[in-house]
Structure formats: structure tokens, C-alpha cells
């Protein structure tokens, strides 16, 4: 990528992107005061098990689905509405349905997707808002998946740089170390289709679930 479309793709990856992804801790709140997550160490190993056996390999297989049917509006349509149906929880489906249609909201600044393409009535998942709105920007297939894996891990290390707390060190090394994972599961994720869809991943569904009622709360989910 050069030029414009390289400099699109760093503004809609960008953590100060107004997606509201701050708010959100896809249940990593409750998993750090139950003690599951209390290091980099543990950050990591928690991440990557969402990246190759639960919902940010589904996110990622989502994404690259959206980015094959980006001009097909029916075929965009069930694949959003499938998304939605993949949500394991309440919390999950507010969370990406939320953040997916302030991304829509933010990129359309740029005015690379047609109006038409995405319309308000439809609820739209992050990670199907971002795979076309990457196609339409001229990102590649493997850029798109990349990308949006990158910005949901640095959403996720930010979480946990406040909630642990981590140092702002130690959240950087988190991302550093979790560069060749990211590679590796999209890597993967390139092979897969919605079929595919699924997770063994049942601890981080269920932090997701437990964040509903637990009584301090920082984030949204």
C-alpha cells in the first residue's frame, strides 16, 4: 500500500479512531479481578487463545467473509446479520454492534463507501463494517484481516494496561510479543470460511457473561 489508502488504514486502526473501543474490555474485566489475567504473561496467552481457538479468529474469518462480498449487498447483509447471531452474549453483541456502526460512522469522512452499501436500518458488527470499508479503501485481504486483528489486540493490551495495571511498557511489549501470534492466526483465518464459525474458548464466554452483573465495573463490557 502507498499514498493515500496506507495513510486511510493507519487513521482506521488507529486506537484514537472514535469507535468507543476504550469502553469496551470483552469481558477482560472480570477475568483480571478474578485473577486469570494479572501479568503480560498471562495478557498474551489470553489473547492468543481468542486469536486461534475463539472470537477474534471468528472476527477475523467475519471480516475477510465481509471483504470477499463487499459489493454483493445481499450477500453483506446475511453475513451482518450472521455476525450478530454469533454474539455468545448480551454484552458481546452490544459491544461489536456498537463499535461496528460508529466505525461506519467515522470512516464515512472519507466518503469511500457508497451510501447505499450500508444502510442504517441494518445493524452492523465491527468486524463487517470494517472488511468493507477496508475493501473499498484498496486495503488487501491479508492487510484487512491484519488490521483488524491488530486493532482488536491493541484494544484489548489498553484494557489491561488500565485494569491489571500494567505499565505503558509492558503493554507495548504485550503488542510486540503478539505480533508473530497475530501473523500466524491470520494466517490461518485465510483458509477458513463461515463454516468454520465457532470457539473452545468457553472461559472468556463466560467472563463475557459474568461482566453483566459484577459490581464495580470500569468498562461497558
Known amino acids: 500500500m502507498e499514498g493515500k489508502d496506507f495513510l486511510r488504514l493507519l487513521s482506521w486502526v488507529s486506537p484514537a479512531f472514535p469507535t468507543g473501543s476504550y469502553a469496551y474490555s470483552h469481558g477482560l474485566e472480570w477475568v483480571v479481578e478474578n485473577g486469570d489475567v494479572h501479568n503480560v504473561a498471562s495478557l498474551c496467552q489470553w489473547i492468543e487463545a481468542l486469536l486461534y481457538y475463539g472470537s477474534l479468529q471468528n472476527d477475523q474469518i467475519i471480516l475477510q467473509a465481509a471483504w470477499d462480498v463487499a459489493y454483493n449487498q445481499a450477500q453483506l447483509y446475511d453475513i451482518a446479520e450472521f455476525a450478530c447471531a454469533c454474539a455468545s452474549s448480551r454484552e458481546r453483541y452490544e459491544e461489536t454492534v456498537y463499535q461496528g456502526e460508529a466505525f461506519q460512522k467515522a470512516a464515512a469522512v472519507w466518503n469511500v463507501v457508497p451510501q447505499d452499501i450500508i444502510p442504517s436500518h441494518i445493524r452492523w458488527p465491527l468486524p463487517v463494517a470494517q472488511g468493507v470499508v477496508f475493501r473499498y479503501g484498496n486495503v488487501s485481504r491479508q492487510q484487512a484481516a491484519l488490521a483488524g486483528g491488530y486493532a482488536a489486540i491493541a484494544a484489548l493490551v489498553s484494557a489491561a494496561v488500565r485494569l491489571v495495571p500494567l505499565g505503558q511498557t509492558d503493554g507495548l511489549r504485550a503488542l510486540a510479543g503478539l505480533e ?14 463461515l463454516e468454520d464459525i465457532g470457539g473452545a474458548c468457553f472461559c472468556a464466554d463466560l467472563a463475557a457473561m459474568h461482566h453483566e452483573t459484577q459490581v464495580t465495573r470500569l468498562f461497558r463490557t
Open 180 to 193: 508473530t501470534t497475530l501473523q500466524k492466526a491470520t494466517q490461518k483465518s485465510q483458509n477458513l470460511t
